[in-house]
Nanobody, 115 residues
Framework: QVQLVESGGGLVQTGGSLRLSCAAS????????MGWYRQAPGKQRELIAA???????NYADYVQGRFTISRDNAKNRVYLQMNSLKPEDTAVYYC?????????WGQGTQVTVSS
């Protein structure tokens, strides 16, 4: 079993920054990919950023250059540094861990960007 717990969300003004953290526990292997997704009200959940076990990253176009994903395999944590936040970044942000059998999700953390 895998458990994921996100933290670091909150209310921030336009142009501000937040750092999200996801703590993973259970049967975690550093070789597997982890990622951050978000879901705004009335919209589908969408990929924001992902990092492979080897450290390769990819980003959604609309966060490229503003968000940075990183992972600490020794601590089983993945982070999302979010800069230059915009009101359209408002959403619940979820952490995902993917192994060969299934995807695991955290409970999400709310990010609200005020204009």
């Amino acid at each position: 079993q895998v458990q994921l717990v996100e933290s670091g969300g909150g209310l921030v003004q336009t142009g501000g920054s937040l750092r999200l953290s996801c703590a993973a526990s259970g049967n975690i292997r550093s070789i597997n990919a982890m990622g951050w997704y978000r879901q705004a009200p009335g919209k589908q959940r969408e990929l924001i950023a992902a990092v492979t076990g080897g450290g390769r990253t990819n980003y959604a176009d609309y966060v490229q250059g503003r968000f940075t994903i990183s992972r600490d395999n020794a601590k089983n944590r993945v982070y999302l540094q979010m800069n230059s936040l915009k009101p359209e970044d408002t959403a619940v942000y979820y952490c995902k861990y993917q192994d060969n059998f299934e995807d695991y999700w955290g409970q999400g953390t709310q990010v609200t960007v005020s204009s």
